[in-house]
């Protein structure tokens, strides 16, 4: 990883946390700060999991970095789906969608290659 790389990615990563940290201050009271802090924490955590190098790492941080940075799509879509609905409130199939997503994508860190749909050629 070059010196500029690894300079942007702690930029980024910088700036995403600090943002969480701003919605910190609205997480009990408003529900879109929740979910936005989720998702730059997921985008943060995706960062760093691209970073060359990364699979080096001990599992102990490797996985938990993982299952964060796979739970993105969800998280985007959560947010999303309180921006745009005033009556969305999080339910119980949420939280088992996100497990769902955790089992199928932690997989690839006990294996050591991600599951993958079959080829359509």
Same mark, same amino acid.
């Given at each position: ?49 691209? %970073?060359? @190098? ?25 947010? %999303? ?13 949420? %939280? ?10 932690? @997989? ?14």
């Amino acid at each position: 990883m070059s010196t500029l790389e690894a300079a942007l990615r702690g930029g980024a990563i910088a700036i995403l946390l600090f943002t969480v940290g701003l919605h910190a201050h609205d997480l009990l009271t408003i529900r879109l700060s929740r979910y936005s802090a989720l998702l730059r924490l997921c985008a943060a955590a995706f960062v760093v999991e691209s %970073a060359p @190098g990364f699979e080096a790492l001990e599992p102990r941080w490797k996985i938990p970095i993982h299952v964060v940075s796979c739970s993105a799509p969800l998280a985007f879509w959560i947010m %999303a789906a309180a921006l745009f609905n005033d009556d969305f409130r999080v339910r119980w199939y949420h %939280a088992l969608a996100w497990l769902g997503l955790a089992a199928l994508r932690g @997989g690839k860190c006990s294996v050591g290659r991600a599951p993958s749909w079959p080829s359509m050629t």
